[in-house]
């Protein structure tokens, strides 16, 4: 199988403080991988070391087969990205700060710099100076500065940071765009697991530095079960009836006010009816599906869904 970005053993060490341990990542070519984590778990600190801002205490990096080493950062070439806040000369244009870029990279076609300022909805402010942006603008810069040179690998560390909905929307059909049609491969960490739920193929779960496990979308989805979620006046005599009278085994009961129940094989309307005629007071009753946050917070809490 071929990977773009394998690590083994990836660790991450200052002074006494290990901030990843161990982090074994597999990255297809062509794929989009979400990279997810609470602040604090690693994340940032992992992209750092795959675009050589950082290098690793122990553990290897390899890019296109390639050990990525001080020797041997010209691999980065083929690599675009934003790690944390892009920063640029704020006194320069928006495309004279690409215009330098390019020329740092070996690389310059004013039409590629005027095309990928289209892309980003950056077209026909190319002239004003990047000191007068806004944060979402200064975002979609950075993202334009990435994909300039058409780079087979881009990661980015929270792309969505200062976008309003709209350019949200934008930049996930951007990243399917260049994914799909120049066979781009992307890395993107993200709090907000909504959004990449609806863009990654893969992810890969980061918690307190440890990488927890990866999986794809599609394995994800078939792990998944439906409930129904039900907060009443009496759980435990709910509990007994719905044991006694639906024979449903399979529930758990959460912070002493909740009911998940997990065999599916009753109605909502079915379930309300027997407690109702027993007098148990239903405050709320919804059925729900396992998103990728719920799975998100799974991983991170040995298993467990609670609230």
Known sequence: MEYIIQTNGLT???????????????????????????????????????????????????LFNEKLTEKNKSILTRVGSIIEYPVFFEHLTAFDNLKLHCEYLGFYDEQDINQALLLVNLKGIEGKIVKDFSLGMKQR????????TKPELIILDEPTNGLDPIGIKDM????????????????????????????VDRVGVIHHGKLLNEMTLNDIRKERSDYIELVVTDVKHAVYLLEKDLHISNMKIIQD????????????????????????GIEEIQKHSNSLEDYFYQQINGGDLDD
């Not at 950075?142 to 994909?147: E, F, K, L, S, Y």
């Not at 994914?179 to 959004?195: A, C, D, P, Q």
């Open 12 to 62: 991450k060490k200052i002074k006494e403080e290990e901030l990843v341990s161990n982090i074994n990542i597999h990255i297809k070519k062509g794929e989009i991988y979400g990279f997810l984590g609470q602040n604090g778990a690693g994340k940032t600190t992992v992209l750092k070391m795959l675009t050589g801002i950082t290098s690793p205490s122990k553990g290897e990096i390899l």
């Open 257 to 280: 006010r909740k009911i998940r129940i997990y065999d599916m094989a009753h109605t909502q309307s079915e379930i309300s009816r027997t407690l109702i005629l027993h007098d148990i």
């Open 172 to 199: 996930r059909n951007l990243i399917r765009m260049l994914n799909k049609e120049y066979g781009m491969t992307f890395v993107l960490s993200s709090h907000i697991l909504g959004e990449l739920e609806q863009i």
């Open 141 to 148: 810069l950075g993202i334009a500065r990435a994909i300039i």
